[in-house]
């Protein structure tokens, strides 16, 4: 994968956002122990990430670096407002068992960091992309998460009881979010290890033919 692919499309896989950056992992250690909280955050964070973003990009680069911080935050704020009040439609008691996590969502890292040393680098059209890449490797993380949580902590995937022989609720609670974010972290880097080997090998051979 060249450069620039890896710029667009590496925020699955290559570049994940949560798994590699470390960013946005509070909702997904806190929040994401069952499918229906990972339902509503994905929705939220994909919501107010794209619009943010998108807006933002409007922004007159001229401005200095912390008046546009404050107005990228502000138009994030301004966004929250119809997607809380649809989520609350949506997603109705789910809402308020995430709390202060739900709109922390407004202001995080892709919106506030990641505009001015990534995205705003790019053209329009590859910033869209790679904006959305980024979002759908958060939201992947953030389903797998919830569903397995779910899964082995209260033994349902979506309320739904499930015939488990042993429920580990430790999953349910901060510190097993933790663990699970670690052991997944620990298996995202040894998939992505054997991808660059083998890209590395093909590479060698493609030489050597040559």
Known sequence: MNSRKKALLGGVLGDNIVLSGLMVISPVIICGDTLKNAEALVYAFTALTFLSVLICSFVPERLPYTVKIILYAMISAVIYIPVKLAAQEFFPGVIERIGIYFPLLAVNSLIVFQTEARFFRMKRTDMAVSLIFCIIGFD????????????????????????????????????????????????????????????????????SDR
Do not use: Q, W
């Not at 082995?152 to 580990?168: E, H, P």
């Not at 972290?185 to 093909?202: A, P, Q, W």
């Open 140 to 207: 992947a993380v953030m389903l797998i998460t919830g569903v397995l949580r779910e899964l082995f902590a209260y033994g349902t995937i979506n309320n739904r009881i499930v015939d488990m022989n042993t429920v580990i609720s430790g999953l349910s609670h901060p510190f097993g979010g933790f663990i699970f974010l670690g052991l997944m972290c620990g298996v995202y880097r040894f998939i992505r290890g054997l991808i660059s080997k083998n890209n590395e090998v093909r590479s060698n051979a493609d030489v």
